[in-house]
């Protein structure tokens, strides 16, 4: 079964005190990996997209990078701002998946000053 | 550019009613995927909509159903409503061409709570 797993589920972090969120997956093929936040209230909003292992994507404070069985979404010197839920997700080879997106559970991620 | 927008933004049902949520996709997208996220969980796949048809479906009743019209705006009808339909419904929109993977791009959701 296709499936995404992320970890730590919560994660408490001074300000300026770098860490890495971890997504595993177990699919039958994967076409790509996106990693999204989602701030209380609102949708998800897109941060990364990493299709072949190896990959590393920047983007401010934030670099997700991608093996062959996970992704990790590192976090350099965290501001409150950063604070959100980040979601990892899948999407799968095969024209039968429809372009679905299956997500982990997701880390709430909390900044304190 | 206009993003992703989605009316209303909370509905209150009962059980046994049916609802209507509505979804209009980021301009230059052509296709729309319907997402169920529950408190503290991750969004689960309802359907996608490409030219107007469905094209892929997630593990939901046949009464969780719907439509994309020509402007590639989308509706999602739900019948029968249920305790457990209470969640979060976000609309995704995207450009599709062949098997290109193009991110999907999320409204603000739906809050629908039955009673």
């Known amino acids: 079964e296709d499936q995404v797993t992320q970890s730590p589920e919560a994660l408490r972090l001074q300000e300026g005190e770098s860490s890495s969120l971890n997504c595993s997956y177990t699919?039958?093929?994967?076409?790509?990996l996106f990693w999204y936040r989602q701030d209380p209230g609102k949708g998800p909003e897109f941060l990364f997209t990493?299709?072949?292992a190896g990959e590393e994507k920047e983007k401010e404070r934030l670099k997700a990078t991608l093996t062959k069985k996970e992704s990790f979404l590192h976090i350099t010197a965290p501001k409150p701002e950063d604070s959100a839920t980040y979601l990892c997700?899948?999407?799968?080879?095969?024209?039968?998946?429809?372009?679905?997106?299956?997500f982990g559970q997701g880390t709430e991620l909390s900044v304190k000053p | 550019e206009t993003g992703v927008t989605q009316s209303p933004t909370h509905l209150i049902k009962t059980r046994g009613q049916q609802v209507t949520l509505r979804c209009s996709s980021q301009?230059?997208?052509?296709?729309v995927s319907w997402y169920q996220q529950a408190l503290g969980q991750g969004p689960q796949f309802i359907f996608q909509?490409?030219?107007?048809?469905?094209?892929g479906r997630g593990n939901f009743p046949p009464r969780f159903s719907g439509l994309q019209f020509p402007n590639y705006s989308s509706e999602l009808n739900v019948n029968a409503l249920e305790l457990d339909d209470s969640a979060l419904y976000l609309c995704?929109?995207?450009?599709?061409?062949?098997?290109?993977?193009?991110?999907?791009?999320f409204g603000d959701g739906t809050r629908l709570s039955i009673l």
């Open positions: 997700a899948v999407q799968l080879t095969g024209s039968n998946q429809g372009g679905k997106l299956i």
């Open positions: 699919v039958s093929g994967l076409r790509g």
């Open positions: 990493l299709y072949s």
């Open positions: 909509y490409y030219r107007e048809e469905e094209n």
């Open positions: 301009s230059g997208h052509n296709t």
């Open positions: 995704a929109s995207s450009f599709r061409t062949g098997n290109s993977n193009q991110p999907q791009h």
